[in-house]
């Protein structure tokens, strides 16, 4: 922590010892050598510390540990400054006054999108039925095509791939991909589980990838769709139709989702 608000320091670091987090204050800026020296996973820094010079020290700071999670913790600030502060390379900004659970929370989470970031670079890509997941580019391929998805539809789509099999319950879907506990009732997961399923079955429609497990959660797994072809067969069908088939079966699982 970078700051010199002593009631705000003593109350923070109580409850950091109360969570064994090793941690150190700082009351004046450091240079950004020292810093790298620290080894750290997360800095928690008001601005007001450093003065004339905090965008210089932020900009070179951020430029030297772009591994480094940066929440600023400031009092009150314009809009222009926030996204001044962001841009330079703050992954989050905070308002004092401020409960001292919620910093805890936005540093746990800026350390978990830091680290995920670095296992991607190292993350060989990962492979289901037609479906390859390129976390190293934020992107799902089916043979040549990307499939078209949103941050946070790839971040579900890798979370679901990497349980191998398992199933996750929706709690700990939300956790890992918003950061903090769901709220009794809401349904953001199933409204993305629902749209990644459409845009998968879309671009592979002869597979099922995403399966429901009613009351508990979602489970990823390739699985062929196998499709009951009648004796007697329109001259128009085509095997790239089986999708509609298994429509109904899909439409019985998403209403399911919304019990």
Do not use: N
């Not at 769709?225 to 109904?248: M, Y």
């Amino acid at each position: 922590m970078l700051d010199r608000d002593s009631g705000f320091i003593q109350v923070l670091s109580k409850r950091l010892d109360r969570l064994d987090w090793e941690h150190r204050v700082l009351a004046s800026p450091v240079p950004t050598d020292a810093v790298v020296s620290m080894r750290l996973s997360a800095l928690v820094v008001d601005l007001a510390v450093l003065g004339p010079q905090a965008w210089a020290w932020l900009e070179r700071l951020c430029g030297a540990l772009p591994e480094l999670g940066i929440v600023v913790c400031t009092g009150p600030s314009t809009v222009a400054q926030r996204v001044r502060g962001l841009r330079l390379g703050a992954d989050d900004w905070i308002t004092k006054p401020c409960h001292p659970e919620e910093v805890i929370a936005r540093v746990q989470s800026v350390v978990r999108r830091r680290r995920r970031t670095m296992d991607r670079a190292q993350t060989k890509p990962m492979s289901a039925g037609e479906v390859e997941i390129r976390s190293d580019r934020f992107q799902a391929f089916v043979g040549e095509h990307s499939i078209d998805l949103t941050r946070r539809e790839f971040e579900l789509i890798e979370l679901l791939a990497a349980a191998d099999g398992r199933v996750l319950e929706r709690e700990d879907i939300y956790s890992s991909l918003w950061g903090y506990a769901m709220v009794r009732g809401d349904r953001s997961v199933d409204v993305f589980v629902r749209k990644l399923r459409q845009k998968l079955e879309k671009a592979s429609p002869k597979w099922r990838y995403i399966h429901t497990h009613f009351g508990i959660g979602y489970r990823f797994a390739a699985e062929p769709i196998e499709v009951d072809v009648p004796s007697s067969v329109p001259v128009d069908w085509d095997a790239r139709d089986q999708g509609k088939l298994t429509r109904t079966h899909q439409d019985h699982e998403l209403a399911a989702d919304a019990l």
